[in-house]
């Protein structure tokens, strides 16, 4: 191992606080001892946080219609090759009812950011399947602060909202017609609503650095999040990255295995993206920091067209299948599916 790595895994081992020189040292870790090491201490730190229970996440992904133009993703308003389609409320509920029945403790409402559904309609939404007696998740983009409000009084626990990248100009050149600070300006709002936070990075964008995933990691660390996505970036042909290779598998692990050292209180999930690159990717991602994953309750006739990036799987599953997927992916390794909500798991705060 070199001297560098092995001063910032001993640090992290330590727990201090790791500078962005440590994180991008871990990040930078080698094939074979280092990724190893690294592999080995998130996965202890998980085992220490989390324990050994996996929460399962049921997604619904209601809508793919979106007003953004994102430069990766194939939801994008611009792309008309895609069959758009919209989830009446009684469909939503039934889903989320069909989850509650499944056993997932949240409920994970996600569209593209689709202005059809009123702040009202989605608070209806909201109270119905709070009903259900599960913890809700909303992951449905940039709206206003009293929508985040009225959703919150609603009965939502968690937010969703992708900082994306921590690199401001990068941010800028991906998301025209957007800002990074209003992105933040949205973070904000939902922390101080109460909300538990979720946010996080895309692995592997053109032009991203170890020095930028470095500062998104310390931007999660900043926000103090209670959940962080991190996936591969995923190249889709109807787009205008369709032509870029997709990120590194590999340095997504690295990734993740750092984020369970930088903010090991986190929820980190097993990313759909990491099971699209490899057969194998979510098992391993729970082996190195991971803690959660996230099944698709979405109806299976929609599936398909939730295409956010080309080739993701089980678009021809339905819940069922998911669920009994997923069973047997948690046992196998050893670990326990999580009972109850699976809220944050951070420490009560000392009196
Ligand atoms: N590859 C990987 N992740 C993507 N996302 C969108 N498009 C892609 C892609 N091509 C991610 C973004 C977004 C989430 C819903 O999906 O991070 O927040
Ligand atoms: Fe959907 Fe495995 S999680 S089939």
């Not at 730190?45 to 619904?60: C, F, Q, S, T």
């Not at 809508?63 to 308003?77: E, K, M, P």
């Not at 996600?110 to 709070?130: C, F, H, N, V």
């Not at 819940?319 to 047997?328: I, N, Q, Y």
Request: glycine share 10%; hydrophobic share 40%.
């Amino acid at each position: 191992m070199r001297t560098e790595f092995a001063a910032s895994l001993e640090r992290a081992a330590a727990g201090e606080e790791l500078t962005r020189e440590d994180i991008i040292n871990l990040l930078a870790a080698a094939p074979g001892a280092e990724e190893e090491a690294l592999y080995r201490l998130a996965d202890s730190v998980r085992a220490r946080v989390a324990g050994d229970e996996v929460h399962l996440r049921g997604v619904i992904e209601f809508s793919n219609y979106c007003r953004r133009h994102c430069y990766y993703c194939g939801l994008r308003a611009d792309n008309a090759k895609l069959q758009r389609y919209r989830l009446m409320p009684e469909e939503i509920i039934a889903a989320a009812r069909r989850g509650a029945e499944l056993g997932y403790g949240t409920i994970v409402l996600q569209s593209g950011e689709d202005p059809w559904y009123t702040g009202p309609m989605l608070a209806e939404i909201i109270r119905e399947i709070k009903k259900l007696g599960v913890a809700v998740t909303l992951c449905v983009g940039e709206r206003t602060r009293d929508e985040y409000a009225m959703w919150r009084e609603a009965g939502a626990d968690r937010y969703l909202l992708k900082h994306e990248t921590a690199n401001a100009d990068l941010y800028a050149r991906l998301h025209p017609g957007m800002s990074w600070q209003e992105r933040l300006r949205c973070l904000q709002w939902l922390r101080e609503l109460g909300y538990q936070v979720g946010s996080g990075n895309i692995i592997g964008l053109p032009g991203q650095t170890l020095a930028d995933l470095a500062d998104d990691l310390i931007l999660l660390r900043q926000l103090d999040v209670e959940m962080a996505g991190l996936g591969p970036f995923i190249p889709h042909p109807a787009t205008p990255l369709g032509g870029e290779p997709a990120g590194s598998l590999d340095l997504t692990y690295r990734v993740v295995a750092t984020a369970r050292l930088v903010i090991p209180y986190a929820h980190l999930p097993a990313t759909t993206a990491v099971g699209t690159l490899a057969p194998n990717g979510r098992q391993l991602a729970l082996q190195r920091g991971a803690n959660v994953i996230m099944p698709n309750l979405t109806p299976t006739r929609y599936r398909a067209d939730y295409q956010i990036y080309p080739n993701k799987i089980c678009v021809n599953e339905g819940p069922e299948d998911c669920r009994h997927c997923l069973e047997g992916m948690v046992r196998a390794l050893g670990r326990r599916l999580g009972r109850g909500p699976g809220h944050t798991l951070k420490p009560l705060p000392v009196q």
